[in-house]
């Protein structure tokens, strides 16, 4: 421990250095500890809404309970990851969300410090979100599969992967078996794709490719292609 000489007792002379603290109403700057992490903005920029909780937190209100911490920044128990965007819109107008934050999120933030104008912007932004992803049509992928008669069961039993049972197509005899005629069939089978590209796993072969139309047509056109080998 280093002494002072000019110190009779012998005592170390030296202090701590004073925490520097901002006098929230002489000055243009507001400190927030939000969350453990420290924000320094204008006293202009929180008060753009003043109906907001940060507008009153400017004006320092007697019924708004906001404690310090030894430094002077107003303490806020919310999350820093998100306070970011919200005080952004404050400076600019504009919402920027990070990928790894949600606008549900930045909702919840907006809500709690009474931003309106934020509030109005984030339910528009959810909302044709969730328009988009409604109106968005499905795209299908049919297969058409050829069996007996004692193979459907076991056949459509067993489909697996996203695949459904759409139609049953009967094609008539193929041959004789004994004296009972062997039935076959088609079996038309469908799988949505969800907005993904065609891929050799999905994409049915040349001869499995058959129209919607085709399958609801007549038994002459399905016969007619049988014949051809598709």
Not at 110 to 131: C, D, G, V, W
Request: aromatic share 10%; with cysteine.
């Amino acid at each position: 421990m280093a002494e002072s000489h000019g110190d009779i007792s012998g005592q170390d002379c030296r202090r701590p250095s004073p925490v520097q603290t901002f006098d929230h109403r002489s000055s243009k700057w507001v400190r927030l500890n939000v969350g453990g992490t420290y924000f320094l903005t204008t006293r202009q920029t929180l008060c753009r809404d003043p109906k907001s909780f940060l507008f009153r937190l400017c004006q320092a209100e007697p019924d708004l309970d906001s404690d310090k911490d030894e430094s002077g920044a107003y303490l806020i128990d919310r999350d820093p990851m998100y306070f970011g965007p919200v005080l952004n819109y404050l400076r600019h107008g504009k919402l920027v969300l990070n990928k790894n934050l949600s606008e549900e999120g930045a909702l919840e933030e907006a809500e709690f410090y009474n931003i309106t104008s934020l509030i109005k912007l984030i339910k528009e932004k959810i909302s044709e979100r969730e328009s988009k992803t409604t109106h968005t049509p499905v795209k299908h992928v049919y297969r058409v599969l050829q069996c007996q008669e004692e193979e459907l069961t076991q056949m459509v039993s067993t489909m697996s992967d996203g695949w459904k049972f759409e139609q049953l197509v009967s094609i008539g005899s193929s041959y004789n078996y004994g004296n009972e005629d062997q039935a076959e069939f088609l079996c038309v089978v469908s799988k949505e794709l969800h907005n993904q590209s065609y891929s050799s796993s999905t994409q049915p072969s040349e001869k499995a490719k058959v129209t919607k139309n085709t399958l609801y047509g007549s038994k002459l056109s399905i016969l007619c292609q049988k014949s051809l080998g598709y």
